[in-house]
């Protein structure tokens, strides 16, 4: 266990360091602010504080953990090493940044509560992140410092046996339409129809026809492709399915049409399931547990994961729905068009509820890499390099990989040519 001695004890402390030595350490911890507890402990320890007591561990604390609410931080970043670092120590500190302050800042999504410009659907999109404007968005920094920490704590430690953790990978499967062309009934088929003649889709024209009556499957049904992958993989896939009403924004099937409930629950019998959250439900609460109880009666189990339409987040007020409904697992956070981390981190971590100053129950899943940021890179070479890059990056801190691949990804389209073979990376990188 490691002791940290430090002057108060705040809820953004104890958040903090739990996910550093808890989370990606596999260290407990424990805090005193009594100087004779801290002196009689007898196995890892150090001090968190303005100034050292002796001659123990000591990090220089920065005034970020023991403050409420926003202010005006000034923050300058260094390169570190291989990596990055901000919130300078001293030179009495045995480590160079506060890495506890910039891991909260980081995973408390702090910066997403500040003045800041979204684009038109209302996103904090990645330039706006300090991750971006200094380079360091390709690296899971948090985990990076972690290991950092753990470090020094061998240096003073020699003798202390260290838990190890190993790399993983959880797969997440969102699916916002099951069917392109099948299912959708008598109007939105005829309105399709229109608008392929009238743009001259032809090709899209005969496919359509060649789907419904059953000379060829949908492009967007994956889901026997999809299971065969689960049945050879030791760990779960996360399904996620938009069940929302139909909208201008969400066009997936109605939960009235039985082969598409059969469909959700012969996932279930392989998969992990949830729900895609659809566009109205995200400011609408009550939207939001109408879609949750209507997945909890087709798959007859309790919801427990969501992702947002569009990876759309409104700080707090969207996680506080969530944890309000009991759900416990999320999968937004995360950029559309670029690959990287956006809290900083590959290990799952609680969200810190910056107004009320606390820790919740509920678990934020980050993802690194959309289907949709692999395409800007031209080549599937290209895809691949990038691909195996942040498949390295994570694997250098033993970090478990999120990548979200659409069910429409897995077609024969011409836009996802060879995003089989990148899922397949994906899976065989645990190997």
């Known amino acids: 266990m490691l002791l940290v001695y430090t002057h108060k004890i705040t809820p953004r402390l104890k958040f903090t360091f739990k996910h550093i030595c808890k989370r990606i350490l596999g260290l407990e911890v424990k805090f005193t602010s009594k100087v004779e507890d801290f002196i009689a402990h007898n196995s890892l320890k150090m001090s968190y504080t303005r100034q050292p007591l002796s001659s123990e561990l000591f990090v220089r604390s920065h005034a970020l953990l023991f403050e409420q609410g926003l202010s005006d931080l000034d ?40 003045p800041h410009v979204k684009d038109e659907f209302g996103r904090f999109m990645a330039k706006e992140s300090l991750a971006y404007k200094h380079k360091f968005l390709n690296q899971p920094v948090v985990d990076i410092w972690a290991y950092k920490l753990r470090g020094v704590l061998k240096e003073r430690f020699p003798e202390f046996l260290f838990p190890e953790r190993t790399y993983s990978v959880q797969p997440v499967i969102d699916v ?35 789907v419904l009556m ?41 939960t009235n049409k039985k082969e598409f ?20 439900a995200l400011d609408d609460i009550s939207i939001l547990k109408k879609e ?47 690959l990287g981390f956006r809290a900083g981190t590959c290990t ?36 691949k390099e990038h691909l195996q890059k942040l498949i390295d990056e994570i694997k250098a801190v033993n970090g478990r990989f999120v990548p979200i691949f659409h069910n429409y990804a897995f077609s024969d389209l011409d836009l996802w040519k060879g995003y089989r073979s990148l899922f397949n990376l994906i899976l065989e990188s645990v190997e």
């Open 348 to 383: 799952p971590f609680q969200f810190y509820d910056l107004d009320y100053e606390v820790q919740t129950p509920l678990q934020i899943n980050p993802y690194q890499c959309l289907d949709n940021g692999l395409l800007k890179y031209q080549s599937e070479l290209d895809k």
């Open 292 to 338: 949750k109880l209507k997945m909890e009666a087709i798959v007859n189990r309790e919801l427990n994961a969501v992702r947002h339409s569009f990876s759309k987040l409104n700080l707090p007020k969207s996680y506080r729905n969530l944890i309000e409904l009991e759900v416990n697992r999320d999968f937004t956070m995360g950029y559309i068009d670029t």
């Open 75 to 114: 923050i300058n970043v260094h390169s570190w090493d291989n990596t990055k670092g901000f919130f300078v120590t001293g030179e009495r500190s045995d480590l160079p940044f506060d890495v506890f302050a910039a891991s909260f800042y980081l995973l408390s999504r702090y910066e997403e509560y500040l």
């Open 214 to 254: 059953g000379f060829k499957r949908d492009p967007y049904d994956t889901f026997k492709w999809i299971i065969t992958k689960q049945k050879q993989c030791d760990f779960k896939f996360m399904v996620l399915f938009l069940i929302g009403d139909y909208s201008t924004y969400d066009k997936n099937l109605s």
């Open 176 to 210: 916002p339409m099951a069917y392109y062309f099948r299912k959708k009934g008598l109007l939105r088929t005829i309105g399709g129809t229109i608008s392929d003649i009238g743009r001259f889709k032809f090709k899209q024209l005969y496919q359509r026809y060649s």
């Open 261 to 280: 409930v059969s469909l959700i629950k012969s996932i279930a019998d392989y998969c992990d399931v949830g729900i895609k959250v659809s566009y109205f």
